[in-house]
């Protein structure tokens, strides 16, 4: 079992960019695959980002692609999204999820508290 902190969101301006991290507890991290959900107010939860557990694969939803980028350093248990040129439409709750499977896209198993991101126009 994996338990998922995030940290790193904020109020920013729209064009600004932020960091959110993700520490993970557990001996096994780097077996896990990662991934960052999103969920605006009034919508359902959606797929962000998610990267392998050797980091050498990633997939991401086209309304990110080219402004945010997911890393992972599994000597730190830690994974990221790096989140630039922020639009208003990006203001949501940040979620980081694990599973233990290789697939990107698929049912993820634990879950963080979650970040709140907020975007101003």
């Known amino acids: 079992q994996v338990q998922l902190v995030e940290s790193g969101g904020g109020l920013v301006q729209a064009g600004d960019s932020l960091r959110l991290s993700c520490a993970a507890s557990?001996?096994?991290?780097?077996?896990?695959?990662m991934a960052w959900f999103r969920q605006a107010p009034g919508k359902e939860r959606e797929f962000v980002a998610a990267?392998?557990?050797?980091?050498?694969?990633?997939y991401s939803t086209d309304s990110v692609k080219g402004r945010f980028t997911i890393s992972r350093d599994n000597a730190k248990n830690t994974v990221y999204l790096q989140m630039n040129n922020l639009k208003p439409e990006d203001t949501a709750v940040y979620y980081c999820?694990?599973?233990?499977?290789?697939?990107?896209?698929?049912?993820?198993?634990?879950w963080g508290q979650g970040t709140q991101v907020t975007v101003s126009s």
């Open positions: 999820a694990a599973r233990q499977g290789a697939r990107l896209r698929a049912e993820y198993d634990y």
């Open positions: 557990g001996r096994t991290y780097s077996s896990y695959t």
């Open positions: 990267l392998s557990r050797a980091g050498s694969s990633t």
